[in-house]
């Protein structure tokens, strides 16, 4: 969350005419938060005075890029819980094979919270990539008690709109997750010969069917064919969809 200082300093700059890559690159602000304030400069001003990006109406995310991503890991495989004083820890579980899903997950969070510190708690065979604030709640309003499979799970109207604005990042963050992409293969006898074929394909595992609906709403944005093999997963075979989807998710890094 940027103070009013550096909001106050970023809507002069752009008021004398500095373009946004000038003011980005000057003071370290991306783009998409800097064309927010600058749209509704007010909003900017009130979010800051009230520290979290949601109290104002609509909600002043300072990346919405990242968000998205944000929202897709926590709904697969993220956890918030309260300490004390009132502040509250949000942790991103990843698995220790994948140290690129690890950075990837703290950038989002560094992005989504930019004066916040990030920490890697390990565990056994499993980080939890994490950060501390008092609006974690705020900005993830499907925290509750209980597994998220026990109770709804439903995106408020501006986290809807974030998701399609960014259906590709917020399916990253899901099938990065609880999801996977792998390598199935057959045999086929052609001219009397047997060979094996290869193909990857995507699957996405989750016991909520509110979150699984979520994953193929994202899915229809971007006009990727799925479908519903068990109960509690999709999956995402077709070769052009698999294609479709690995420009926005690809492998776990």
Known sequence: ???????????????KGLSLNAASKELGISRAALTQWSRAPEVALAAAEHGCPRCADPPDLPDRHAYAHLLGLYLGDGYISQLRKGVYSLRIFCDDHYPGLQAEAGASMRHVRPPGKVYRVPGAGCSAVMGLWKHWPCLFPQHGPGMKHTRPIVLESWQREIVEEYPGRFLRGLFHSDGCR???WTVRTVNGTPKRYEYPRYFFTNASADIRALCTWALDLLGIAWRQPNPRQISVARREAVAALDTHVGPKP
């Open 1 to 15: 969350m940027y103070d009013r200082r550096i909001r106050e300093s970023a809507l002069l700059l752009l008021a």
């Open 182 to 184: 792998i390598t199935n």
